[in-house]
């Protein structure tokens, strides 16, 4: 299985969503958090540990891992995605499958490792 988190600021529109796009398929574990104290499930040195991909929201979020667990940084990969978005929204939906394609071989509703083991 591949362990994948997602992070966004406070876990209630971006993560979330790619969280449930990818979640229990094709042996993927998909869990997400926020960086923000106040998120729904806020990020821990735990979960960032658990991870064996990381994808950010936004620098600031790759920013925050980091400086909690410092050599996560080879595992996170920035998606450049905007705090525009609600949840399940069709065009974070859109943007996500987008800018999730080069790190999985199908859609993301169908992903699989993008590596060769």
Request: hydrophobic fraction near 40%.
């Amino acid at each position: 299985m591949w362990n994948v988190l997602f992070v966004c600021t406070g876990n209630v529109d971006r993560s979330p969503t790619a969280e449930a796009m990818v979640k229990n398929t094709l042996g993927i574990n998909a869990k997400s958090a926020g960086t923000s104290y106040a998120a729904t499930v806020p990020i821990t040195p735990k979960l960032i540990n658990w991870a064996d991909a990381i994808f950010v929201m936004e620098d600031k979020h790759e920013e925050a891992i980091v400086k909690l667990v410092p050599s996560s940084y080879k595992k996170i990969r920035v998606l450049d995605i905007p705090d525009i978005f609600y949840r399940d929204q069709p065009e974070l939906k859109k943007l996500l499958a987008q800018k999730l394609k080069p790190y999985f071989n199908a859609p993301p509703e169908h992903p699989r490792r993008n590596h060769n083991p």
